[in-house]
């Protein structure tokens, strides 16, 4: 399985934010840990229902969101 495949979205599931294999596990909230300074080990520790796959998925997610071609500043 490929890592974006493990992300899903699902209006009834979570308000529709991205969700790891359509449990009720976000994106952000797998960011929001990593951001503030757990280990993958420590997360899944937590999780058990979760995967290293599953935060390498998030990360992936993550990445994708940021590619843009470029970014237009707004007028002041």
């Known amino acids: 399985m ?4 493990r992300s899903s979205i699902d ?14 596990y976000t994106v952000e ?3 929001e840990l990593l951001s503030s300074g ?3 080990e420590e997360i899944l520790d937590d999780y058990e229902d979760l ?4 935060i390498l998925a998030a990360l ?7 590619r843009v071609k470029r970014i ?3 007028a002041a």
Not at 2 to 5: A, G, N, S, T, W
Not at 60 to 66: D, F, G, I, P, V
């Open 2 to 5: 490929e890592l974006l495949e």
């Open 11 to 24: 209006p009834n599931i979570c308000h529709g934010k991205p969700t790891i294999r359509g449990l009720r």
């Open 29 to 31: 909230m797998l960011l």
């Open 38 to 40: 757990m280990t993958h």
């Open 51 to 54: 995967a290293e796959a599953d």
């Open 60 to 66: 992936a997610y993550a990445a994708r969101l940021t």
């Open 72 to 74: 237009q500043p707004t």
